[in-house]
């Protein structure tokens, strides 16, 4: 009999709340309901049952001691003074996140003014070893941003700080992004002042926390409806005209092709992926998307998208060979696997798979799931054959040899029977 798992969102407090909706609206699935609470004033009214595995998503920017040690202790003692025992399993920290990363960036380059420094401050750790995350999201932002764009890193309250680092930044004018999920005492009262800024011969711009930043950039990235007779100001297509729709693809496609090749070791194929290539290939050779819903279609859907322009893009879907999707088009529709039918699942899943192999794919999470979607996911899959779960078996395999896919939390469908 499946586990009971339920999903609790916590952020530190009520700061992060706008931002702890969004993460629950994120994982909830087709009918879940995703609890949320604050730590600071946690109480065990709201929390979820106690009779299965909760999922606990910190929204925190790092993985400190309240996220690792005192949250666990805190949620099992409010259980254990109901006698329950629920099995926790925490998920990465928010701040740990890739997918969001690509529309920050992209909004962090339009604030970068040119040969303005970038400067992260967060919170500092006192007596302990520093926490990943804001090194990690500096790391990347490296691969995103305008080649030769100065960055530094400072903390709140311990070495190297503000006071340390802005007299080392090159650029007169220094953006100043606080890795913090939202509005707080740091950013009343810790934040670099104009006063010392000038001291240094620098002017500084404070952008909104890092949480507050993502959610305006995330807003900005959605389609806006024109008031009245206003023409259309917005970069996502007239999602009622289908030659717009279609043009709109093909710009998408060729933007995110630009920003694959951007990614270090793009396109080198995975040390000893060949055999796992080769599997996936002859298991599937000659299957046709049919009558399936192709990798458009599907994307679409995700965009809740129907009616004449959804039925007038199985017209632009390529339904006869699977090789032909390219990287561009598998990866902006990374989420067609959830959206499409068991005869599109059978003709999309070799092409993203190959592609993940090939280093081609942001992410091929979709491949699996949670348990909690294993009756979807062997919905999608029923058409598939002994040899097709055998090379999807192999290519999950793989990726675990290589720490990339997954966990225990996620299976192939068939396998959390």
């Not at 609470?37 to 920017?61: H, K, N």
Request: glycine share 8%.
């Amino acid at each position: 009999m499946p586990r009971k798992i339920y999903k609790l969102c916590v952020s530190y407090d009520e700061a992060g709340a706008r931002l702890r909706q969004k993460v629950a609206e994120d994982v909830k699935g087709a009918s879940d309901f995703v609890w949320q609470a604050s730590f600071r004033d946690l109480e065990f009214a709201e929390l979820p049952p106690g009779d299965g595995v909760v999922w606990v998503y910190p929204v925190f920017m790092q993985s400190g001691r309240t996220v690792t040690e005192t949250l666990p202790e805190l949620l099992r003692s409010l259980y254990a003074e109901r006698g329950l025992s629920p099995a926790l399993e925490f998920r990465p920290v928010w701040g740990a996140e890739r997918t969001w990363n690509l529309g920050v960036w992209k909004s962090l380059e339009k604030e970068l003014e040119h040969g303005a420094s970038l400067l992260v401050v967060a919170h500092g750790v006192t007596g302990r070893e520093l926490p990943p995350e804001p090194s990690d999201f500096l790391e990347h932002s490296k691969v995103w941003l305008p080649k030769g764009t100065e960055m530094a890193l400072a903390y709140f309250g311990v070495s190297p700080s503000v006071e340390e680092v802005l007299p080392s930044l090159k650029g007169k004018k220094v953006l100043v992004l606080p890795f913090l999920i939202g509005e707080g005492k740091h950013m009343r009262e810790d934040m670099p002042s104009p006063e010392l800024a000038a001291r240094f011969g620098k002017e500084v711009k404070i952008l909104p926390p890092f949480g507050t930043f993502y959610l305006q950039a995330e807003h900005a990235s959605r389609p806006a409806e024109p008031e009245g007779g206003a023409e259309k100001k917005s970069d996502w297509p007239d999602m009622a005209n289908l030659e717009d729709v279609r043009a709109w693809y093909l710009r998408q496609f060729e933007e995110t092709q630009e920003e694959l090749e951007r990614i270090p070791e793009y396109g080198a194929m995975r040390e000893g992926a060949a055999p796992v290539i080769e599997q996936i290939a002859k298991a599937f050779a000659g299957v046709e998307l049919g009558n399936g819903i192709g990798l458009l279609q599907a994307d679409y859907r995700d965009m809740e998208g129907f009616g004449e322009v959804f039925r007038g893009l199985a017209d632009s879907d390529e339904r006869h060979d699977w090789t032909k999707l390219t990287a561009a088009m598998l990866n902006h529709c990374f989420t067609a696997l959830c959206f499409t039918d068991p005869e599109g699942y059978r003709f999309l899943v070799p092409a993203f798979m190959c592609c993940d192999l090939r280093r081609r794919m942001w992410s091929c999470m979709e491949v699996t799931c949670p348990e909690d979607f294993a009756e979807w996911g062997l919905e999608a899959t029923a058409l598939l054959s002994a040899d097709q779960r055998r090379a999807m078996e192999a290519y999950v395999d793989f990726c675990r040899s290589c720490r990339e896919e997954g966990g225990e939390d996620r299976k192939l469908p068939w396998q959390w029977n």
